[in-house]
């Protein structure tokens, strides 16, 4: 069955600086990767999706078919970039998303 | 509608209550799923529509757990004999079409607390 790791809960980081949000993937296929932000109070959103290949508010993320991994980045840390994010898979098109557990992001003034 | 709404947005019951929680996704979005959100364990799928069917329910943790969607719209989520163990923030979400190429659109989410 595929998985989703995101071993980190919570990353705290200074405004300004690089973040690198870690997400690992089991499965044997080719998996549809995509990253989902739920600020404060609000409801889960989508931010970005691999096949998309974009950068969303100066985020990327590069799936690894390699390494299985599909990390997300941004070079420098807004405090507005405070949330929580969710790692997730899907196995082919019309299959259902498979989350990783999140991580918490702080960015602290 | 211009978001997906769910109903209502905190719930508390008694263990062994049943409960029915309601989801009317975005006007013309095919495909319905739910999920579930506890503390430290991220989304765990429940069950997806396509429709009004169901083509997966691998995600309902017991036969206590039903749900249904008629008219090609709103959903109901029955969780029958509660147990502390359902708490949780119960999420769902639609998309245009079965491949959900642009991403799922979710709700705010129904918080169920059982005591």
């Known amino acids: 069955a595929q998985r989703v790791t995101q071993p980190e809960k919570l990353l705290s980081v200074f405004k300004g600086a690089p973040v690198e949000l870690k997400c690992n993937y089991s499965?044997?296929?080719?998996?549809?990767l995509f990253w989902y932000v739920q600020y404060s109070r609000q409801r889960l959103q989508l931010l970005l999706r691999?096949?998309s290949r974009e950068s969303i508010k100066g985020f990327t993320a590069d799936l690894n078919k390699g390494e299985t991994s599909f990390h997300l980045k941004k070079p420098f840390a807004q405090e507005e970039d405070s949330a929580m994010y969710y790692c997730?898979?899907?196995?082919?098109?019309?299959?259902?998303?498979?989350f990783g557990t999140g991580t918490r992001l702080a960015v602290r003034p | 509608g211009a978001g997906v709404s769910q109903s209502p947005s905190n719930k508390v019951t008694e263990k062994g209550k049943d409960v029915e929680l309601r989801c009317d996704p975005i006007?013309?979005?095919?495909?319905l799923y739910w999920y579930r959100q506890s503390l430290g364990q991220g989304l765990e799928f429940l069950i997806y529509?396509?429709?009004?069917?169901?083509?997966?329910k691998s995600g309902l943790p017991s036969d206590r757990f039903s749900a249904e969607r008629t008219g090609g719209s709103v959903s109901t989520l029955t969780i029958q004999r509660t147990q502390q163990e359902d708490s949780a923030v119960y999420l769902c979400?639609?998309?245009?079409?079965?491949?959900?190429?642009?991403?799922?659109?979710f709700g705010s989410g129904t918080r169920l607390t059982v005591v």
């Open positions: 979400a639609s998309s245009l079409a079965r491949t959900g190429a642009h991403g799922y659109t």
């Open positions: 499965y044997s296929g080719s998996p549809e």
């Open positions: 691999h096949i």
């Open positions: 997730a898979l899907r196995r082919s098109s019309g299959d259902k998303l498979t």
């Open positions: 006007s013309g979005h095919t495909a």
């Open positions: 529509f396509q429709g009004n069917s169901a083509p997966d």
